[in-house]
Every structure is written in C-alpha cells, then in structure tokens.
C-alpha cells in the first residue's frame, strides 16, 4: 500500500512534466513546429534529405540543386528530380554542365519508357476488353451487323487513356534528345564521342533520324580508327547517308 502511494507522486510529477515540456513546444498549440523543430535540431534534417536540399539552395544554389535532385531520385520522385536539374542548368554558371545535361537526358527517357509501357498495356487490355474487333467480318456482312456497343464503348475508354500516355511518352524522348544533344554541345573533347553515340540513341526513340545521323557522322570525323566503324557505317548506310571517314 505504501509503494502505491509512492507510485501515485510519482506519476503526477511525470504528468506535470509532460504538459510543462508540451506546451513549450507548442504541442496543441496549432503550430505544429514545436516538436519538428526539436528533431530537425537533434538529426540535423538528416532524415528529410529533400529539406536539408532545398535549404542547402539559399546558400549554395548549385550545389543545392544537385542535392536536391539526388533526394528525390531516392524517393521515386523523377519529375520533381527533372525540375530540380532544369533550375540547376538554369543557372548561368551552370548551363554549360555537360554531364548533368545528360544525367538529365537520362531521367527524361526515363520517364519517356515508363509512359511508353503504359500506352503498351492499354493496347494490351483494348485486345482484351474488346476481342470482338478481331473476329469482326468485312465487307456487307459487317455493314449488315453494324458495331458492337460493348467493344466500342471499350474502345473509345481505351483511347482516352492510351492517347494522353502517347504524348507524354514522345515528350519524354523529345526531351531526351534534346538533353543529349545539348551534353554533346558542351562536351569536352575526352567525352565528345561518347555523347554523340548517346544522341544517336535518343534520335532513335525520338523518330528524328535525320539528327542520329549528323551524330554519327560527327562521330566518325573525330574517331576515324574507331574499332565501331563498320557497324556505325551499316548503320548509317540504313539511315540513307555515309559515314566513311575521309582518307588523307
């Protein structure tokens, strides 16, 4: 009975400190910060990687943003990595960075094949959803039947999806290319053919053949004795141009 009633002090002491340490740090008071502030002093943002980032812009804003596209690529966050990057080269001194232009490139066709593959499994579930079209017959007789509301209704539900997703993926490699093309620009002579052979590559997802070749030619004139010729020359060759080095 005694250690009960030693018990009961004890409790209320704590209680008392509890809502003296609540209320000085604003814990109810609406605010929210009190506790928040607590932790970000005790860890030192070490656990939000993106705030310590966007903080870190106020100062070092270069650095700021590369940080800060690093933190978002960790939480799968690729369009805000994107933006991130985008106001990294935004800035003067750091439009010229040719390796992050094609980090950049990088995320862009990224995002350019996750859209592709879902335009591809909308075709896929049209199939499904509507196999009607397959076995549907031509001429009069189909005329004489007339359409399927089920498949046409499934049709046109397909094509408010896979449309959307099509642009977004010929964006995606729009950019892409771009990026490429402006790593290329910027390339020191060690790096140059590397990032020609990236644009190549871009080119082809993006339709653009006309800028894979110039790529490639570019590419030949600065690696002449390139161990790739001749498959770089076939490839030329079926793109409609030439790559053959010029003979001195």
């Keep these: 009975m005694r250690l009960r009633r030693r ?71 690729l369009p805000d990595a994107i933006t991130a990057l985008q106001s990294y080269l935004a800035l003067k001194i750091r439009k010229e960075d040719s390796a992050v232009w094609s980090q950049l490139g990088g995320y862009e066709k990224q995002q350019g094949d996750t859209a592709a593959a879902q335009y591809q499994q909308v075709l896929q579930a049209a199939a499904v959803e509507s196999p009607g079209t397959i076995f549907q017959p031509g ?76 790529a490639l030619k570019r590419y030949v004139e600065l690696n002449p004795h390139s161990p790739n010729l001749k498959q770089i020359e076939a490839e030329c060759k079926q793109l409609g141009g030439s790559c053959v080095p010029k003979r001195k």
């Design 139 to 214: 001429g009069s007789l189909q005329t004489a039947l007339g359409s399927n509301p089920i498949d046409a209704y499934y049709t046109q539900q397909n094509s408010q999806l896979s449309g959307p997703l099509y642009q977004k993926a010929i964006a995606g490699y729009d950019a892409s290319l771009t990026d490429f093309q402006n790593a290329a620009r910027y390339a020191s002579h060690a790096t140059k053919a590397d990032a020609l052979l990236a644009v190549y590559s871009a080119s082809q997802l993006a339709g653009k053949t006309n800028i894979g070749l110039t």
């Design 7 to 77: 018990q009961k002090w004890v409790f209320l002491g704590l209680a008392i400190v509890f809502a003296i340490s609540f209320a000085a740090l604003g814990v109810g008071s609406g605010n929210g910060s009190g506790l928040q502030d607590m932790f970000n002093s005790i860890l030192g943002n070490g656990g939000n990687p993106v705030g310590s980032a966007q903080a870190e812009i106020k100062t070092d804003p270069a650095k700021g943003y590369k940080d800060l596209a690093n933190a978002y690529i960790t939480k799968n966050d």
